[in-house]
């Protein structure tokens, strides 16, 4: 007997990664970044999949009453409270907030211009956030990575705080023209939340991508898997100094690229930043 599984769009996604790792063509550590968990977590994931198929990839507290609920009396207080406050609150507005969080519409990717999505223009960037083992501490590091010509910044982070995060973008770019910082896009992780200040501190725009949607800044995610092979997961950042995060770097823009005609992405940055300048 044939029957149909309802999947939310993160299932679905966690499902097309998992089917990638058994077909080979991605590893349990590019897994974990990608769907922004713990390997521990996707070979759970594995072993669901393995023993119901996709079925066991969908949430078993799906027909449960959230823990989360309130009253219908909360609710009516809260709405009313929104309503004074906001007088075009509606249906629209109400279903969007939970799912788009604090990322205002005028700053979601299917607002970005079409020059930036189409690479017609240099100086429009992408950024993530490389995470390591959860034991080794809250160290990360920022992946910076030009849409057009593949020049990549790494960044070394104490913490995932969006603040301070922001602020080391900002003084990574500063000494960069103004034309050559003019937008960054970034998925929906909290450690972007403080978006404005790029704004504030260098005039750069921000983006975000849509929901569990990563291809959508495929150039930083193809370079993380580049990264990935000098820093694998289990590196100890607390033994890397921010130096040997510019070495890399370095090493990386140094590598001669077929998608730049075999030119390398230090050779096509520094071209267009000395003919704009």
């Not at 890399?248 to 704009?276: D, Q």
């Amino acid at each position: 007997m044939s029957f149909m599984i309802t999947m939310s769009q993160k299932e679905l996604h966690r499902l097309d990664v998992i089917q990638k790792i058994r077909d080979q063509r991605l590893s349990v550590v590019q897994a974990a970044e990608l769907l922004d968990l713990s390997r521990s977590q996707v070979h759970r994931l594995l072993r669901a999949y393995d023993r119901d198929g996709p079925t066991g990839l969908v949430s078993k507290k799906r027909t449960q009453p959230s823990n989360r609920r309130h009253s219908e009396e909360f609710r009516n207080a809260a709405l009313d409270l929104i309503r004074e406050r906001h007088l075009d609150f509606g249906p629209t507005l109400a279903r969007e907030k939970p799912r788009d969080g604090l990322i205002p519409l005028d700053y979601r990717i299917s607002q970005r211009p079409d020059f930036i999505g189409d690479r017609s223009q240099f100086w429009h960037w992408e950024g993530d956030l490389l995470i390591f083992r959860r034991e080794l501490g809250e160290t990360n590091v920022t992946s910076l990575v030009e849409r057009k010509s593949r020049y990549t910044v790494m960044i070394k982070n104490r913490s995932r705080h969006s603040r301070p995060i922001m602020d080391k973008i900002i003084d990574a770019f500063s000494p960069l023209p103004a034309f050559a910082r003019q937008s960054f896009t970034f998925d929906r992780g909290t450690e972007f939340r403080g978006f404005r200040a790029l704004e504030n501190g260098i005039g750069a725009r921000s983006w975000f991508c849509d929901p569990n949607s990563p291809w959508q800044k495929g150039a930083v995610e193809n370079t993380n898997k580049r990264i990935r092979r000098f820093m694998p997961g289990d590196t100890d950042l607390s033994n890397v100094a921010q130096q040997q995060l510019v070495d890399l770097a370095h090493h990386l823009n140094s590598l001669p690229r077929k998608c730049l005609g075999y030119k390398t992405p230090a050779e096509v940055f520094m071209a267009h930043l000395r003919e704009c300048g």
